[in-house]
């Protein structure tokens, strides 16, 4: 069974630049979340989709922002890079069933670097 | 206050001996919790999953949870150097859906 395939694995970006990260989360999985992590802050709850739709949100500038396809397929997007959005952006799928099945399960992450 | 709040370590301990990892939360009606695992360089692997009060075992890792104190913990028996690890606890908010905090984590390191 795949797991959770996040593409691209590197990027390298120039502040003001956007960037788009793609994340297929595990067959059958329905909810898809992201999280940022750095250094200093550690894993950092972006947001979550769940059938197309953003369910949870974290505390983030309105230049992070994502969407979920009908196949469950997530991207996210990030305008106007600052250098501070240097870090490594985790994808994490969820089977989701009623109930307390909320076991996450993360891909290998997307290395940004904003130089 | 942090919503899920870990010692940040290290934590060292001598091969073959138990490492206890502790959290705490404040979300008081979280259902979800769990424990991963990660490896520098290296995407947190789910090690555990607790979601009633009381002890969970699966292996040399045992999982306790008392949503009384809002406290998890993660015992590790028979600790070898390959648990060296950063250990994040993870509790799902009450929000409906899927909204996983992690606390910041504790460095373990077994030394041989």
């Known amino acids: 069974k795949a797991g959770v395939t996040q593409t691209p694995r590197y990027l390298i970006k120039t502040r003001g630049q956007q960037v788009t990260l793609s994340c297929s989360p595990i067959?059958?999985?329905?909810?898809v979340s992201w999280y940022q992590q750095t250094p200093g802050q550690g894993l950092q709850f972006l947001f979550e989709?769940?059938?197309?739709?953003?369910?949870n949100k974290g505390n983030f500038p309105g230049r992070f922002s994502g969407r979920q396809f009908s196949n469950s397929r997530s991207e996210m997007n990030v305008s106007t890079l600052e250098l501070g959005d240097s870090a490594l952006y985790l994808c994490?799928?969820?089977?989701?069933?009623?109930?307390?099945?909320?076991?996450?399960?993360f891909g290998q992450g997307t290395r940004l670097t904003v130089v | 206050q942090k919503e899920v709040e870990q010692n940040s370590g290290p934590l060292s301990v001598p091969e073959g001996a138990i490492a206890s990892l502790n959290c705490t939360y404040s979300d008081r009606g979280s259902q979800s919790f769990f424990w991963y695992r990660q490896y520098s360089g290296k995407s947190p692997e789910l090690i555990m999953s607790?979601?009633?009060?009381g002890d969970k075992e699966d292996g040399r890792f045992t999982a306790q949870l008392n949503k009384a104190s809002q406290y998890v913990s993660l015992l590790i028996r028979d600790s070898q150097p390959s648990d060296s690890a950063t250990y994040l606890c993870a509790v799902n908010l009450n929000t409906g859906g899927f909204k996983t905090i992690f606390g910041a984590g504790t460095r373990l390191f077994v030394k041989a």
């Open positions: 067959s059958g999985h329905r909810s």
């Open positions: 989709y769940f059938s197309e739709t953003q369910r």
């Open positions: 607790i979601y009633s009060n």
């Open positions: 994490a799928s969820s089977r989701d069933q009623q109930g307390l099945d909320t076991e996450a399960f």
